[in-house]
């Protein structure tokens, strides 16, 4: 195991102990690769862009990689490529980052949602078996907090004209089944942001096995720009404009990004491992505390713990969920709900007409789920701490 310095308690030993809820692994090898791109003058989508996505591919098992400014870009890219539009209908689940479902409404389409299992925290397949009209188009299966959607079984139940989406933002360095995310479905969409596995600080990537679609994705990604073929057969000319066919957006991650990106790629693997061995530590040590409902693993999954959520069951737990929060925080833990319930937000309740209890286990997990710290950067001495915090309520 890498040791990793907890930086609040390593500052000052005699004040108490800060162990944040995520904090990034970046430093000096990073830093050392944004030397080149800044030198050499090459900022944007460059040479470190396409090295980037050779390996971010090639990890993934998956033919192309499209490397987006973040993970929303890569999920509104993904829908833009499948040509989704007004009148279509998207299947969403209820409980997950709000980008997931605004994506749908940038694109005009309907977002319909489907709750989720208590187990997994992902959607309930049965459930969306049941929303499918002649109108869905995709679904966007998202892998939440790392954990693999059960994709065998959804695609059993899904009409073959109806795309999968995976949204991998969580899951980078997964597996399902023994096979990457990212090529499970039509297109998957991965996120580089600070809080999961890997990050460039802002980015995302899409990925397909489709070249019709890649080939889509990548002219959309950069205003819908193609070169025509006149100027293809004459090879590169730099006075000839592309011509423009499709409404495009700038989705491009620049170069800066991607250098820092192919270094923490090298580092995925350490990173899912040493969170393995975290999240099994804290199932030894937490497993007697029974008001604490520690995170389920399925067999044939590889989890990528980019959180780990456990469910306060309050019916038995010393403290409602909000006041355990709070005396850890007291402690210098950070907590987190797990994510939201997309329908429980004023803006869906208000434009969707979403009725309370509609969404029962969305809205449960929203109120009594609690991610804990694990992460890259923490300490075994963290780890005791948080697990005697928890013991101590
Ligand atoms: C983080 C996240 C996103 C969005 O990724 P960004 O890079 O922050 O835009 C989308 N879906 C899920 C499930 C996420 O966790």
Known sequence: MPSHKSCGAQANPKKHREVALSVPATG??????????????????????????????????????????????????????LGIGPGD??????????????????????????????????????????????????????????????????????????????????????????????????????????????TTGEGGMLTTNDPVLAERAAALRSHGATLSDEARRHGPAPHRMPDINMLGFNYRMSDLQAAVGVVQL???????????????????????????????????????????VTIVDETISPLPRNAIMEMLQKRGIGTRPGTHAVTDLGYYRDTHGIQAGEYPVASYLDQCSMAIPLHNRMSDADYQHVAQALHDL
């Open 28 to 81: 000096d090898e990073e830093w050392q690769a944004l030397r080149a791109p800044i030198e050499s003058g090459w900022l944007t989508q460059g040479p470190r862009v396409a090295e980037f996505e050779k390996g971010f591919s090639a990890r993934h098992g998956v033919a192309h990689a499209i490397a987006t400014t973040s993970g929303t870009t890569a999920l509104h890219l993904a829908l833009a490529a």
């Open 89 to 198: 209908e998207v299947i969403v689940p209820a409980f997950t980052w709000v980008a997931t479902a605004n994506v749908v409404l940038y694109t005009g389409a309907t977002p319909i949602f489907v709750d989720v299992r208590s187990d997994t925290y992902n959607l309930d397949i049965d459930a969306v078996a049941q929303l499918v009209t002649k109108r869905t188009r995709a679904v966007i299966a998202v892998h939440l907090f790392g954990l693999c959607a059960d994709i065998d079984a959804l695609k059993r139940i899904l009409p073959d004209n109806v795309s999968i989406i995976e949204d991998a933002a969580c899951a980078a360095g997964s597996a399902y089944k023994g096979k990457a995310p990212g090529g499970l479905g039509t297109l998957g969409c991965f996120s580089f942001h600070p809080r999961k596995s890997i």
């Open 266 to 308: 090298t580092k995925l693997d350490e990173f899912i491992d040493e969170r393995n061995h975290w999240a099994k530590w804290y199932h030894d040590k937490l497993a007697d505390l029974r008001w604490l409902k520690l995170p389920h693993v399925p067999e044939n999954s590889r989890h990528a713990w980019q959180a780990f």
